[in-house]
């Protein structure tokens, strides 16, 4: 059975840093189009980061504060958050496709999820 779980979010300060992980397990992603996804309250879940083999796409709201990397022997994703604004406040899902070469940025277009990790900005 795959699993992806993230960690790593939390309550942090306006300009602060947050990493969040997403450990997979059930199978390997090192060579699947993975990716970052966020729902704030009351919006509709928005693509933030994705990665394949040979790629990285970012969402023009994080680009150049967020970066997206993976660790293929640890089975790890990872989303290492810069300069956090409150706008950034939302729960954060990782997720992967069981197949493919290119970047998707579609939730809808990615296989598995993880349950979500809660990023909380203050002002």
């Known amino acids: 059975q795959v699993q992806l779980v993230e960690s790593g979010g939390g309550l942090v300060q306006t300009g602060g840093s947050l990493t969040l992980s997403c450990a997979a397990s059930?199978?390997?992603?090192?060579?699947?189009?993975m990716g970052w996804f966020r729902q704030a309250p009351g919006k509709e879940r928005q693509f933030v980061a994705a990665?394949?083999?040979?790629?990285?796409n970012y969402a023009d709201s994080v680009k150049g504060r967020f970066t997206i990397s993976r660790h293929n022997a640890k089975n790890t994703l990872y989303l290492h958050m810069n300069s956090l604004k409150p706008e950034d406040t939302a729960v954060y899902y990782c997720?992967?496709?069981?197949?493919?070469?290119?970047?998707?940025?579609?939730?809808?277009?990615?296989?598995?999820w993880g349950q979500g990790t809660q990023v909380t900005v203050s002002s």
């Open positions: 997720a992967a496709r069981s197949t493919g070469w290119d970047i998707f940025l579609l939730w809808d277009e990615y296989d598995y």
């Open positions: 059930g199978r390997t992603f090192s060579s699947s189009p």
């Open positions: 990665i394949t083999w040979s790629a990285v």
